[in-house]
């Protein structure tokens, strides 16, 4: 800049302005998430905020998407930290507990001024009382609220002392965290920006084809797969015209569902694809689908489905003894009703998923109902401009001293 112009800022008055740019350009983000939804989740927040926040610096851990927009500084953890149960996460607490030693240590040197955490909440409850007793001045936000409301309710007042803001995926976990004192926006569901660039009006239902979804874990997978091949023999054995295709989450995922294909002999009758969840789910006539965001991501898209859903037995225990709901899929919860039939542990069969897929196939009037209900339900989930407004939560967490303002809403 040359020095006329220094002096002209200055015999201005503008020193100050001057002075909080230098201020604005030395923010400091950590931030978190352990799982590919997460990760999407977060890159589109931090795409937003760099946006607003010019200069920011930011460190932190999670996956590749969040890794392409803030740069080396986030670590891509994800193929490693995505387990799922009580007993997997057990098998692997001495790798747990080195990788959380290793984050709060780069936190600490870091001192950044705002921490998010985005779901992944068995790690990150840990990490946001950590954090508070090693960097007390770091402002901490939780994006996407942990669904303490199914399982374990006592956690909110302690959530209350250790969170700044907390921005929450559905309307009706608001009230929860208000009433426990936590300043709460309801944002919006972030797929409905990350879908809209993945609907495609060229793409068309193939009557013929089925989805099979058994996750992006690899135990998942380990789980599942098997069965939902067997499922599909039963189809393919009731109708020979029919296709089946699965998504893979990444490569190394895809070598281990070829495998199983391979073992199973349909390696010659079950395409897999990696990276083509969204595609196939605007293409299949139906599917199975493992309980997760994919769930939520095929009811967005109009895919008739089933859930199944599968864990370590020692798991499935734990959970019924502490889950105080009705149903585990989101769009079951939304509805407070039986739009999704799911088929849950020792119900996760192949003669009863492939019953449901059957129906669908069969009864195409079904499906195309089950395709209205899901838009009704998904409807309630927000507009577009999602990212934005979680990364006006931050940018807020950032710029004042008080809670990040709640009154944000989904608009």
């Known amino acids: ?209 089925v989805g099979l979804f058994p996750g992006s874990r690899e135990r998942e997978v380990e789980r599942l797969f098997p069965m939902m091949i067997d499922a599909a023999r039963r189809l393919r054995e009731w109708r020979s015209d029919l296709r089946f295709e699965t998504p893979a989450a990444s490569p190394a995922l895809a070598t281990k569902i070829r495998a199983q294909l391979d073992a199973a002999s349909a390696g010659s009758w079950v395409e897999v694809a990696t990276g083509t969840s969204h595609s196939l789910m605007q293409r299949a006539a139906c599917a199975a689908i493992a309980s997760g965001t994919a769930t939520l991501e095929a009811a967005f898209l109009g895919l008739p489905h089933c859930l199944v859903y599968r864990v370590a037995p020692l798991t499935y225990a734990v959970a019924r003894q502490v889950v105080n709901i009705r149903h585990i899929g989101i769009v079951n919860i939304l509805a407070q009703d039986d739009v999704v039939e799911e088929w849950i542990q020792d119900k996760a069969r192949p003669e009863t998923v492939a019953a449901s897929l059957r129906r669908f196939l069969e009864q195409p009037h079904e499906a195309e109902a089950l395709r209205r209900r899901l838009a009704d339900i998904t409807a309630t989930l927000g507009t577009p401009g999602v990212h934005r407004r979680v990364a006006e939560v931050v940018a807020r967490a950032f710029a004042s001293t008080a809670p990040a303002d709640p009154s944000l809403g989904a608009r």
């Open 1 to 209: 800049m040359p020095a006329t112009r220094l002096r002209r800022i200055f015999v201005a008055g503008e020193s100050a302005r001057v002075l909080g740019w230098f201020r604005f350009m030395e923010k400091r983000l950590y931030v978190v998430a352990g799982e590919l939804s997460g990760d999407a989740h977060g890159a589109g927040m931090l795409d937003e905020l760099c946006r607003m926040l010019p200069g920011l610096r930011i460190r932190g851990a999670g996956g590749p998407a969040m890794a392409a927009v803030a740069g080396p500084g986030v670590d891509d953890w994800v193929d490693e930290a995505a387990v799922m149960g009580i007993w997997e996460v057990l098998k692997r607490y001495g790798w747990f507990r080195r990788r959380f030693a290793r984050m709060l240590a780069n936190l600490r040197s870091f001192r950044p001024d705002v921490l998010v955490l985005i779901d992944y909440p068995g790690f990150n409850l840990r990490f946001a009382e950590a954090v508070k007793r090693a960097s007390p001045a770091t402002r901490i936000v939780w994006y996407v609220s942990p669904q303490v409301w199914a399982w374990n309710r006592r956690r909110i007042p302690k959530m209350a002392r250790l969170i700044d803001a907390m921005i929450c995926l559905f309307p009706f976990e608001r009230p929860i965290f208000d009433e426990a004192g936590i300043p709460t926006t309801f944002a919006g569901h972030p797929l409905i920006d990350e879908l809209a660039v993945c609907r495609d009006p060229r793409l068309a239902r193939d009557p013929q084809l």
